[in-house]
């Protein structure tokens, strides 16, 4: 049986995503903080579920969760967990943003490199970085946030070139989404400014996206012209839009 290790999955894309792969025969790995969600999903999903405390913001923990699995021929890592916030930089809690950063970027920098040591050398496998539209661009009123998606963005590039140029049959993706309707924006302190994406929609995008061996997955077609009037606004005038889009989920 296929195994698939997904970070973030008590609510959002992450359980969308094992409900997802569960139904087509995989065995999944369901790790998140939220011990109870986790133990809800495992009762839906039954005997193709395993559940796993964890908290990827700590270090040690992500290097605890690698050793426990190195061994059981992961075929598949999601890395989804993550959170967002919004407020003036300057306003915002250091220590929330740090934790921030070590969720959304530290944790995907060492399961990535850790599993795709592993990937590499069996020469098969899957990994998917849950990312943002965000990812692309900067983001004030949600600067931080804005920054570790360009991380995420940025290192999955890099990592799918390299990949590419030893014609290795490991596959890595960025999932890149707009707004979507899970519990990002209750955390984040924001409502939509524009209509949400269905999470079981996206999820699905994303592993067929993975599967294929799609560098970008970007579910929805004003994300994707997003993306591409990038390619032609100063960078200035874009920020500019963000701003004003920010300020209108506030």
Request: charged letters at 25%.
């Amino acid at each position: 049986m296929r195994k698939a290790l997904i970070t973030g999955a008590s609510s959002g894309i992450g359980r969308d995503i094992a409900r997802l792969l569960s139904s087509r025969g995989w065995q999944v790995i369901l790790v998140a903080r939220r011990a109870d969600k986790l133990m809800e999903l495992k009762k839906e999903l039954g005997k193709n579920a395993k559940c796993v405390r964890c908290d990827v913001s700590h270090e040690e923990e992500c290097r605890k969760l690698y050793d426990v699995f190195k061994d059981k021929d992961i075929e598949m890592l999601v890395n989804c967990a993550g959170f967002g916030l919004c407020g003036e930089f300057t306003e915002l809690s250091l220590d929330r943003e740090l934790q921030m950063i070590d969720t959304n970027i530290k944790a995907v920098h060492i399961l990535t490199k850790l599993f795709l040591r592993d990937f590499r050398r069996k020469n098969r496998g899957y990994i998917l970085n849950v990312a943002s539209i965000a990812g692309f661009f900067s983001g004030p009123l949600m600067a931080t946030y804005y920054a570790t998606k360009n991380y995420v963005v940025s290192l999955t590039g890099a990592i799918y070139e390299e990949l590419k140029r030893e014609n290795s049959n490991v596959k890595i993706s960025a999932l890149c989404p707009g707004p979507v309707d899970t519990e990002f924006n209750s955390v984040a302190h924001v409502s939509f400014a524009s209509e949400p994406l269905d999470s079981k929609t996206v999820a699905q995008q994303a592993v067929d996206g993975v599967l294929q061996g799609k560098l970008y997955i970007i579910p929805s077609m004003k994300m994707k012209c997003l993306k591409l009037a990038k390619r032609f606004m100063p960078d200035r005038a874009i920020t500019h839009f963000c701003y004003t889009f920010q300020k209108k989920k506030q």
